[in-house]
């Protein structure tokens, strides 16, 4: 099958202007100002027209509960699994799944094939390899062979620091994890990040800056989510990118957040972006289908919700809406920006050669189309793929 978009507004993210875009299977092999129609005597060639839309790349969470999460309010709030059509209307083509507070219910094997399942249906998937507390739970009995033996790990995650609910870790039971991790993602040409879930406990990022100081862990092994947690976490976030990290703002927002609206990543971004934080050193993910308790001042559970991917973009427009930032900017902190954390080489950028990962919108930057390694799964805002029991 060949596919050709035609008369899009391009952003690669970089603006790009007017252009066509070739498709053979799922790569794109051409972007050019006129794509001429070939023959189509011995091959099927589908024309899309994007005229008066615009093109960006497809998007990329680093952080779903793709088998769903949560249970801080017992069993009946654990969170349910996601379904493909979730994804596809958020325009998530590439999706990692990771367990979280619960890894006693919740199991890697069932993680792994989730991932599996959402690749057959329609979208790539890749997990991390672990849950919030020590030991991490693996599948092969350590991260680093996880990460070596099995495709579809490319990091560690979500650990938990700095929270009530994590298992408390020592700085050398972290380090010699993440040593692990290291090794791993060098020995399988993968990514092999920690994922690191930041809690609103005092050690805060200081517990990496510290473990960064003390060992030869490079800081750009970890990846600190939840940086937009509080104004505290936040202002210690500049500080760790000044130290050569990356940090990571969540687009799910609990009630109390909700309310204030003060750390929405699409407000925060402009202040990083003040104080001298590069665009690229910032990236978004959703925390999707995870849940969002509320506790009290004493860590007594009163309320719960749950994250939803569908906010990982909205965040991206809001922060173009409200704040000024440029679309070519604001895209990254979804597409190039988490690609090259995961080390996924050919995705996060249109361009030749690279997996035809591409969403359309319209002019009021609306999601109306998404293309997912060359496969058309929603087009004029109806979704034509969904999971296989939905």
């Given at each position: 099958m060949i596919k050709i978009i035609k008369n899009g507004t391009v952003y690669a993210p970089e603006y790009l202007g007017k252009k066509d875009i070739l498709i053979v299977k799922d790569t794109i092999v051409r972007i050019a100002e006129k794509i001429p129609v070939p023959d189509s005597l011995f091959y099927e060639v589908e024309i899309?027209?994007?005229?008066?839309?615009?093109?960006?790349?497809?998007?990329?969470?680093?952080?779903?509960?793709?088998?769903?999460?949560?249970?801080?309010?017992?069993?009946?709030?654990?969170?349910?699994?996601?379904?493909?059509?979730?994804?596809i209307k958020a325009g998530i083509t590439t999706v990692v799944g990771c367990l979280g507070t619960d890894g006693t219910t919740r199991h890697m094997s069932s993680l792994l094939a989730k991932a599996r399942a959402l690749e057959e249906e329609g979208i790539s998937a890749y997990i991390y390899t672990g849950?919030?507390?020590?030991?991490?739970?693996?599948?092969?009995?350590?991260?680093?062979?996880?990460?070596?033996?099995?495709?579809?790990?490319?990091?560690?995650?979500?650990?938990?620091?700095?929270?009530?609910?994590?298992?408390?870790?020592?700085?050398?039971?972290?380090?010699?994890?993440?040593?692990?991790?290291?090794?791993?993602?060098?020995?399988?040409?993968?990514?092999?990040?920690?994922?690191?879930?930041?809690?609103?406990?005092?050690?805060?990022?200081?517990?990496?800056?510290?473990?960064?100081?003390?060992?030869e862990i490079p800081i750009k092994q970890f990846l600190p989510t939840h940086v937009n947690r509080n104004k505290e976490i936040l202002a210690e976030g500049i500080n760790y990118v000044r130290a050569g990290g990356v940090v990571d703002l969540t687009t799910s927002l609990n009630q109390e957040d909700e309310e204030e609206r003060a750390m929405a990543p699409g407000n925060v971004v402009s202040y990083l972006l003040a104080e001298g934080v590069p665009v690229e050193a910032i990236t978004f993910s959703s925390d999707g289908n995870g849940s969002l308790?509320?506790?009290?001042?004493?860590?007594?559970?009163?309320?719960?919700?749950?994250?939803?991917?569908?906010?990982?973009?909205?965040?991206?427009?809001?922060?173009?809406?409200?704040?000024?930032?440029?679309?070519?900017?604001?895209?990254?902190?979804?597409?190039?920006?988490?690609?090259?954390?995961?080390?996924?080489?050919?995705?996060?950028?249109?361009?030749?050669g690279k997996r035809a990962d591409i969403n359309i919108l319209d002019n009021g930057l609306e999601?109306?189309?998404?293309?997912?390694?060359?496969?058309?799964?929603?087009?004029?805002?109806?979704?034509?793929?969904?999971?296989?029991y939905e």
């Open positions: 899309i027209d994007a005229t008066g839309k615009t093109l960006v790349p497809g998007f990329i969470d680093s952080h779903v509960h793709i088998i769903g999460g949560g249970g801080e309010g017992g069993f009946r709030t654990r969170t349910p699994e996601i379904q493909l059509s979730q994804l849950s919030y507390q020590f030991p991490i739970q693996t599948l092969t009995g350590n991260c680093r062979d996880d990460l070596i033996l099995i495709d579809k790990v490319i990091g560690v995650g979500e650990v938990a620091v700095a929270d009530h609910r994590s298992s408390q870790p020592t700085a050398e039971e972290f380090a010699r994890m993440a040593s692990y991790a290291r090794v791993g993602g060098l020995l399988s040409g993968k990514a092999g990040i920690v994922n690191v879930h930041l809690g609103e406990g005092r050690s805060g990022l200081q517990f990496l800056l510290d473990l960064v100081a003390t060992s308790p509320v506790f009290n001042k004493d860590g007594i559970f009163k309320e719960l919700g749950i994250g939803s991917v569908s906010s990982l973009f909205a965040e991206v427009k809001r922060a173009v809406a409200d704040h000024g930032l440029e679309l070519s900017a604001a895209l990254k902190f979804i597409t190039v920006n988490v690609a090259e954390r995961l080390k996924l080489e050919d995705r996060g950028r249109l361009e030749t999601l109306e189309g998404v293309i997912s390694g060359g496969r058309i799964t929603m087009l004029d805002g109806e979704i034509l793929v969904k999971g296989t």
